[in-house]
């Protein structure tokens, strides 16, 4: 199952963003709403007159084509109207005059115009210009293209379509920041409707009205108005209404208890006997403890219903539960003269917890020095191919440098940028508990306190976990393990965005050393900290290593 009775619908002039971490249904619902899959059950309804484009993440162009006939085939739709008013003009020019003649030109002349045909041409070289591939030769082979340059062309032709409807899975991948921008105040401007997946928050910000968040657990999809702000402002309220339906639920609780409890001590002592009636006395007796007895069965009916269908605690929003090691010894050495003495070099570990110098991996990482002082932030940046994932695994231990040192005083965590779901054969909470101390009740109680995942969901295989539960899975671990230093790869990309912000939050708090490498647009721009930018290796660097 990977949705499960979605309902949406998109109005004229909406962009909408769809939302969720990797592996929720994301795309599925993209290819859907396309006509590229069908439904299980239900239907999808589309009413346009404009065509209807979409790109999809994975498509690949055959090898053959050549840029301008990639170009004719994404105009195919306005060149067979182009060629259907040329043939009505010829009729008409003719002699076929007829009603129906002119009637039929006006319908195609009127379409065509409304998909702005007569400046297709020049909407090709804008988008090409605009998404970085300027003067892109028409004779040129798609085979002939790097990967991201085929992307941007399918992008490129697609938006030069102008179709009504637009579908566009990921669309900022492999965009620089100038073609980003272009690419946002295009869709910005643009009529009709389109929908986007993407995991990109400032792309979002900027371009989406409303947001559909598919949420991978339950199979459903909540919506949200009013952009990206109203997304988290929601997210944000939800959190609040649950938080005080569960202290709603304990005070009642406790109260029902209380009643229950005590009651029967409070209204047991009658009035004394002043009138030596012994019968009318123990009538107003038997009354009071018919009454009471009621009051307490009334409470206790109550308490059970509440019991039987309890409001779940709100989880925490993500936080650091384990405090580093660094931090630790620093509290120590300032807590005064009784604080027993450090052994030798523990003011350097708390000064700089990790440094390496002149480390290099051949064709993969060009030598480089880095100093992270205690409750340090680096932030790591560079095109693909300049080893920033190669730069964390060499300073995590989990890869030796050809070149250079690494120095290490403290402990490590590393989350690298793909994880490993493990061979199926355990548990969620199995994979959560591996090599710690404690019962699985106390590991299911430490999980659940996350919030990211449900209680239902602990039990589930390894292997049949998605990318973004891969992804949580390893959060969990990490945020509860003390760790000096944490080395975080593109750690927002498998993530829904509500969480990516909940984990930004996270490492604002975290008390120490954190190396990140990102793309994630909000978040460099967000950055407290110093920077690193990286270069790719020089082939000549690269024969030069031993």
């Not at 700089?352 to 992270?372: E, K, M, Q």
């Not at 890869?399 to 490993?420: E, F, K, M, S, Y």
């Not at 190396?515 to 994630?520: A, M």
Request: charged letters at 25%; glycine letters at 10%; one cysteine or more.
């Amino acid at each position: 199952m990977v949705l499960d009775s979605v309902d949406c619908s998109v109005p004229v002039g909406e962009r909408l963003g769809i939302v969720g971490e990797n592996g929720s249904g994301k795309s599925t619902l993209l290819r859907l709403l396309a006509g590229a899959e069908r439904p299980d059950r239900g239907e999808v309804v589309l009413h346009t007159e404009g065509g209807v484009g979409y790109l999809a993440q994975e498509e690949s162009l055959p090898p053959h084509l050549t840029v301008q006939q990639v170009v004719d085939r994404a105009l195919a739709e306005l060149r067979a109207l182009e060629r259907d008013l040329r043939r009505l003009e010829a009729r008409m020019t003719g002699g076929d005059a007829t009603a129906e003649t002119l009637t039929l030109y006006a319908d195609a002349l009127t379409a065509f115009e409304l998909r702005g045909g007569y400046d297709a041409d020049a909407r090709v070289e804008r988008s090409l210009h605009g998404l970085g591939l300027p003067g892109l030769p028409r004779e040129r082979t798609v085979g002939g293209l790097s990967g991201g340059e085929a992307v941007r062309l399918r992008l490129a032709v697609l938006l030069a379509a102008a179709p009504e409807v637009l579908l566009l899975d990921e669309p900022t991948n492999h965009l620089d920041g100038a073609a980003l921008t272009w690419l946002e105040d295009h869709l910005r401007a643009r009529r009709g409707i389109t929908v986007a997946v993407s995991h990109d928050r400032a792309f979002l910000e900027r371009v989406a009205t409303s947001l559909l968040e598919v949420d991978g657990d339950l199979h459903r999809t909540v919506r949200y108005g009013n952009g990206y702000t109203g997304y988290l402002a929601e997210r944000a309220a939800e959190r609040r209404r649950r938080a005080e339906a569960y202290t709603a639920w304990r005070a009642e609780t406790a109260r029902l208890r209380e009643t229950t409890a005590v009651t029967a001590r409070r209204v047991a002592p009658g009035r004394a006997m002043k009138d030596g009636n012994k019968m009318a006395y123990d009538r107003a007796a038997g009354r009071v403890q018919q009454s009471l007895a009621s009051r307490v069965r009334n409470a206790e009916e109550r308490l059970a219903r509440l019991l039987a269908r309890p409001v779940p605690a709100p989880a925490d929003p993500l936080r650091f539960t384990a405090v580093p090691r660094t931090a630790t010894a620093t509290a120590a050495a300032t807590a005064g003269p009784e604080t027993p003495a450090e052994p030798a070099g523990s003011g350097d570990a708390r000064r700089v917890p990790l440094a390496a110098a002149g480390i290099a991996v051949v064709g993969r990482l060009a030598p480089v020095d880095v100093t992270v002082p205690a409750g340090g932030r680096l932030l790591v940046t560079g095109p693909n191919g300049a080893g920033k994932s190669t730069l964390l695994h060499v300073l995590a231990g989990a890869l030796a440098p050809d070149l250079g040192q690494v120095i290490q005083h403290g402990r490590t965590g590393l989350l690298a940028q793909h994880t490993d779901a493990g061979t199926g054969r355990g548990t969620l909470l199995a994979a959560y508990a591996e090599g710690r101390p404690g019962t699985p009740e106390e590991h299911a109680e430490q999980l659940l306190s996350l919030g990211l995942f449900a209680r239902d969901r602990l039990s589930a295989p390894v292997g049949s976990l998605s990318v973004g539960q891969r992804q949580r899975l390893a959060l969990a671990r990490l945020v509860t393990e003390p760790t000096d230093v944490l080395l975080l790869d593109e750690p927002t990309n498998h993530l829904s965005p509500a969480l990516a912000e909940e984990l930004e939050e996270a490492l604002a708090r975290f008390a120490g050393a954190v190396v990140v490498v990102s793309h994630d647009r909000r978040l460099c721009a967000r950055w407290p900290g110093d920077r690193l930018a990286l270069r790719a290796p020089a082939p000549t660097a690269a024969r030069a290593c031993p």
